[in-house]
């Protein structure tokens, strides 16, 4: 059974920084990208970060120079930096996953449930 547990997020005010952590567990038989998907408030739930199994990366272009996407493979882990965070990043942060499970199965997409990043003075 695979799940994926986020932390770091949090009120900051604007201008400040926070650090998401997404952690999958579960048997994997390979991880291909993680990443980091965002909805905010009214909003449909739109990218911000990719990085590939070789560690390229893709970014919203309202994020770039501002946040930063790394992985740990040991752990299973993607991260998420934010910096400058502005009242506009205010929404719920989800990470993925797209990984097989099965050495012949197809790959599919898994979803953590979601951390409320807001940015407010």
């Known amino acids: 059974q695979v799940q994926l547990v986020e932390s770091g997020g949090g009120l900051v005010q604007p201008g400040g920084s926070l650090r998401l952590s997404c952690a999958a567990s579960g048997i994997f038989f390979e991880i291909y990208d993680m990443g980091w998907y965002r909805q905010g408030p009214g909003k449909q739930r739109e990218l911000v970060a990719t990085?590939?199994?070789?560690?390229?990366?893709n970014y919203a272009d309202f994020v770039k120079d501002r946040f930063f996407i790394s992985r740990e493979y040991s752990k299973n882990t993607v991260y998420l930096q934010m910096n400058t965070l502005q009242a506009e990043d205010t929404a719920v942060y989800f990470c993925?996953?797209?990984?097989?499970?099965?050495?012949?199965?197809?790959?599919?997409?898994?979803w953590g449930q979601g951390t409320q990043v807001t940015v407010s003075s």
């Open positions: 993925y996953v797209d990984a097989r499970v099965t050495r012949f199965g197809s790959s599919e997409d898994y």
């Open positions: 990085i590939g199994a070789g560690g390229g990366t």
